[in-house]
């Protein structure tokens, strides 16, 4: 069903629209100048001439950054942290959502351990 939005309806649509694209707009442009800077040649960058387009476009910094081992040893440690943090707790998800699925009749204690993982959920470690 099709409904008539009123003239002010509309009018706080386009302007809601248009002040939360400038907010976004504004919110990437931190990022713009950090990517413009690392593609810009070394002394612009040093000199502060970078703003949201490379000065003298190269790529020699990430061929530096590439050259170096320690960096591909630690995206090794990342993508190992995520392939089994994801795997554990996936495992511990559904291990734990099935018997939790089941009534207070099929599982004793299930309202005890409903409790356990809602109040860990609300208050947790800080971690």
């Known amino acids: 069903m099709i409904r008539e939005h009123?003239?002010?309806s509309r009018l706080?649509?386009?302007?809601?629209?248009?002040?939360?694209?400038?907010?976004?707009l504004l919110c990437l442009l931190p990022l713009v100048h950090v990517v413009a800077v690392?593609?810009?040649?070394?002394?612009?960058?040093?000199g502060g001439f970078?703003?949201?387009?490379?000065?003298?476009?190269?790529?020699q910094?990430?061929?530096?950054?590439?050259?170096?081992?320690?960096?591909y040893q630690a995206f090794?440690?990342?993508?190992?942290?995520?392939?089994?943090?994801?795997?554990?707790?996936?495992?511990m998800t559904v291990l734990a959502a099935y018997p939790l699925s089941k009534t207070s009749r099929e599982l004793r204690g299930r309202d005890v351990l409903m409790w356990i993982f809602l109040f860990?959920?609300?208050f947790s470690g800080g971690l």
């Open 6 to 8: 009123s003239l002010a």
């Open 76 to 91: 090794l440690v990342s993508v190992q942290r995520t392939v089994l943090g994801t795997l554990l707790n996936m495992t």
């Open 120 to 122: 860990a959920m609300l």
């Open 61 to 71: 910094n990430y061929q530096e950054i590439l050259k170096a081992g320690p960096v």
């Open 38 to 46: 690392s593609f810009s040649h070394r002394a612009a960058s040093m």
């Open 50 to 59: 970078v703003t949201l387009w490379p000065v003298g476009f190269t790529t």
């Open 12 to 24: 706080f649509d386009t302007a809601n629209f248009l002040f939360l694209l400038l907010f976004g």
